[in-house]
């Protein structure tokens, strides 16, 4: 089964960026389709961005569109979130999650679909 590290987050300005990694552990990070939740304060846990196992496929949340890209390398058994123009209603912990899929096209938004999750990293956008 995948362990999953992340890392990378940090404070930073409005309008700033930051990349996100997400380091796996074990053998089926290449099989496992991909995704980064966050948890706003005081909120529940909300889709940001996944990516299918070969990376052929993305799919992002509304808030995110435009800004945020989702990527995977899957030799470094590492799935990425850029964060560009970021904005203080982007200050979060940020957590990555990874489930075993069989269709290599599959695209998973829901938090419940997964089930191998990340201790998070906190993001925090200063205005």
């Known amino acids: 089964q995948v362990q999953l590290v992340e890392s990378g987050g940090g404070l930073v300005q409005a309008g700033g960026s930051l990349r996100l990694s997400c380091a796996a552990s074990?053998?089926?990070?290449?099989?496992?389709?991909m995704g980064w939740f966050r948890q706003p304060p005081g909120k529940e846990r909300e889709f940001v961005a996944a990516i299918s196992r070969s990376g052929g496929r993305r799919y992002y949340a509304d808030s995110v569109k435009g800004r945020f890209t989702i990527s995977r390398d899957n030799a470094k058994n590492t799935v990425y979130l850029q964060m560009n123009s970021l904005k203080p209603e982007d200050t979060a912990g940020y957590y990555c999650a990874a489930q075993l899929a069989y269709d290599s096209g599959s695209v998973l938004t829901d938090h419940y679909k997964y089930n191998t999750w990340g201790q998070g990293t906190q993001v925090t956008v200063s205005s």
């Open positions: 074990g053998r089926t990070f290449s099989r496992s389709a």
